[in-house]
């Protein structure tokens, strides 16, 4: 999908995605990976890159900074939030980096008024103001980052770093779907010229048809 610059509506009020989405987005993406279907899983990766470039900065500066472990926890996380407003908005709004900017620093904000969070287990690491606004993401959030930590999918120290990123990322997501920090609205490929048939000569000019050229 391109993307247009155009924003969302200001006006729009935050939908709390329901617990059934948000479930149904987990057993979504948990289907694929036990399946093993590496072309969905590709083509949600080029998605995710084509939509949101500024999530992967965001991810990809964790990954510098805390190490590979971090990282890749701080891929899956934030890719299972986009996911889960992606379903809500049909597509979720692409994020800037000015939107990631502001939710950190809505998240710290909030963050500094709750005493003794540090003192916390990791997963439970939660900001009230915050969850308020999508409790459901955040219950499954927390259920699943316990899970992470009950199996040793990922030590405690991991889930300590990526959590408040992962509530950064909620927050960035919520504020853009709401129109109250507004991300870029994602639009539907518009093509310059009727779509291709497979059986048409390839476009490339190779003679071939294009089933056995580029639309192989």
Known sequence: M?????????????????????????????????????????????????EQPALLRYAAALKEKNGEQVGEAAIFYGTLVW???????????????????????????????????DDKPPHERTVPGLVERQPHIYAKL?????????????SAETAAVIFPPTQVIVEA?????????????????????????RNDPCPCGSGKKYKKCHGA
């Open 2 to 50: 391109d993307p247009t610059s155009a924003p969302l509506p200001s006006s729009r009020e935050t939908t709390v995605v329901s617990l059934a989405s948000v479930e149904e987005t987990i057993a979504s993406l948990t289907a694929i990976d036990q399946s093993g279907d590496k072309r969905t899983m590709n083509r949600m990766a080029r998605r995710l890159g084509k």
């Open 83 to 117: 996911a889960i407003f992606d379903r809500l908005a049909d597509p979720a709004p692409r994020l800037t980096q000015q939107n990631l900017t502001d939710a950190e620093a809505v998240a710290s904000e909030a963050r500094a008024g709750v005493e003794g969070l």
């Open 142 to 154: 927390t259920e699943l980052l316990a899970e992470d930590v009950t199996t040793d999918a990922m």
């Open 173 to 197: 997501f919520d504020a853009a779907v709401g129109g109250r920090r507004p991300g870029e609205r994602v639009g539907p490929v518009v093509r310059d010229a009727a779509k291709v048939g």
